[in-house]
């Protein structure tokens, strides 16, 4: 009997001594070994340019798929140990996938994924406390003067026609947003990825000519090789068949107007894009 409990004890002790081990192990992994290595974030930018870069965009400002990573405040990381859990295990529901499994560049080792956060570490932007733009009065505008609301949602209010912006303020740079309202046709191929969609719409701009000579001009939906799917400025939805039309065209140009600045000012856009900020932040 005392030769059993003293086995006992032995077995407890190492199942302790393993959790222990285990635990210091996990708080090591917690830290960035490679943090502010020069050396490490230049071999992160090579990693970054062809795992990331299709969706984050260079120098990891955002693209249309992916949200910008040199802002210091993120979304879904807090940390290193976060952010390097996003790159290898991905976000469900999102367009983010896990390592090695996008079929953009190959699977990369903890080091190269250490290395990548690094990069990111050394691209970031401190954001200014003072923030540009009022508010309250892009709040206005964007329900009232400047029509925004009629093609895109914000926080569920708002239209369906165009890309739901409640966390554009968060995903995309001030420079990319404002290229955006001014030249609206400039980045239509690449889309916007939203909440509820795993892949980016591309928000291709559709006319139809159907069968009875009717015109319906709108966004494509969805499309195959026989059937597309359209919204019209009105939101309708129409669902028509390829080989039954008149005529069927896509373009580039977005059906969103240029806001050049007699309509908006710099001031306005300002405001927009801060009232933009100010609902990702909630």
Avoid at 141 to 150: E, I, K, R, V
Avoid at 234 to 262: A, T, V
Wanted: glycine residues 10%.
């Amino acid at each position: 009997m005392r030769h059993i409990r003293s086995g006992g004890s032995r077995l407890k002790l190492f199942w302790v001594s393993s959790l222990i081990y285990l635990s210091l192990l996990c708080n090591a992994q917690a830290q960035n070994p490679l943090a502010r290595d020069p050396k490490a974030a230049k071999a992160g930018e090579y990693e970054f340019r062809i795992n990331c870069a299709l969706c984050h965009g260079l120098g990891a400002r955002g693209g249309g798929r992916g949200p910008d990573l040199t802002r210091a405040q993120k979304k879904h990381t807090h940390n290193d140990a976060e952010m390097f859990q996003v790159i290898s295990n991905g976000i469900p529901g999102t367009a983010m996938p896990a390592n090695g499994t996008n079929g953009q560049g190959v699977g990369m080792t903890d080091t190269e994924i250490w290395q990548i956060i690094t990069y990111i570490r050394s691209q970031e932007v401190k954001t200014s406390a003072k923030q540009l733009g009022d508010p309250a009065h892009g709040k206005k505008l964007f329900f009232g003067d400047g029509n925004c609301s009629m093609c895109h949602m914000v926080a569920g209010h708002g239209g369906r026609l165009g890309p739901d912006l409640t966390g554009v303020g968060a995903s995309r740079t001030r420079a990319s947003l404002i290229d955006s309202i001014r030249n609206p046709s400039r980045r239509l191929a690449w889309g916007l990825t939203e909440p509820t969609k795993e892949f980016p719409q591309e928000y291709v701009t559709v006319t139809a000519t159907t069968a009875d000579g009717k015109t319906i001009s709108g966004v494509a939906l969805n499309e195959d090789s026989f059937t597309v799917q359209v919204m019209d400025r009105g939101e309708n939805l129409h669902l028509l068949e390829k080989d039954r039309l008149r005529s069927f065209q896509k373009s580039r140009e977005s059906i969103m107007p240029k806001y050049d600045p007699d309509v908006l000012s710099d001031k306005d856009i300002d405001d927009t894009i801060a009232f933009l900020a100010n609902v990702e932040a909630k």
